[in-house]
């Protein structure tokens, strides 16, 4: 289920921790509310924004180290029994969609409908939406949800942390003082702007892919992608309807075979 811990994406996950827990150091030691709360025993507030750093960090190891959907045998047999026969996986229409299961040339694995293979993870990855620097592991069917998630209690941390770092700037007569007494503060709020325009960005975007039912290499690619190339504009085999998209992505557990859907929707009547 999980990746080696020491491979490749050690530094970047060291980076990740140690910049959280520093930033959160910095809003204690500082004259904010937190540290004022915590010095009168009040320490509900201090206590919940502890766990809730510490949850962000759990999830970015979670979804870091977690296996995103990586395709290591031929399915065919899952296929099969899922319902999708031989002779739909190796349908051709002319000038129509193209449904043939391309055999990746790298994994010389039969690739499902909606998988990519990765450079980086040196993997074929079910409904791939995007390879992530930041957390060193490909974003796919497995891990998609939990990647979401992530950025919604990553972005309640950096907004609750603006908010902390905002009272803790005190007066001091001149600006060369005062940037001598908040220079520290400062750094992290400007950090904290950064990072929260960043995840909000991101969490929107996610989002509002979800709500259509494709992915970010989808979305980004479509005109390469053969299943996709010979769709119009407009035309999304995947879509559902927004609320059942929503659904499926985050209460509907499972490896989807997508090619169901596709054939559906090719053969409903127009």
Known sequence: MFKNVFGSGFLVRTAHV????????????????????EETGQLV????????????????????????????????DLQVSLGVSEAQQNMIGPGSKSLRRRCCGHCLLQQPMRSK???????????????????ENCVGEKNHRWFVLYLAVQLLVLLW????????????????L????????????????????IVLLLLGSHLYLISLNTTTWEFMSRHRISYLKHCGVDENPFDRG????????????????????????????V
């Open 18 to 37: 140690v910049l959280t827990w520093v930033v959160t150091l910095i809003l204690f030691l500082h004259d904010t509310e937190l540290r004022k709360q």
């Open 117 to 135: 293979h990765c450079q980086t993870c040196h993997h074929c990855v079910r409904r791939y939406d995007h390879h992530c620097p930041w957390i």
């Open 178 to 197: 005062w940037l001598w007494s908040n220079g520290v503060l400062l750094t992290v709020l400007v950090l904290l702007v950064l990072l929260a325009l």
């Open 242 to 269: 927004t609320l059942h998209n929503l659904w499926g992505f985050f209460c509907v557990w499972g490896t989807m075979v997508w090619e169901q859907v596709y054939f559906r929707e090719a053969s409903d009547p």
């Open 45 to 76: 507030q201090p206590v919940l924004f502890v766990l809730l750093v510490l949850l962000s960090v759990l999830l970015y190891f979670a979804v870091s180290l977690m296996d995103p959907g990586f395709i290591l045998t031929d399915d065919r």
């Open 161 to 176: 942390g603006l908010h902390i770092a905002w009272t803790g700037f005190g007066l001091a007569p001149g600006l060369s």
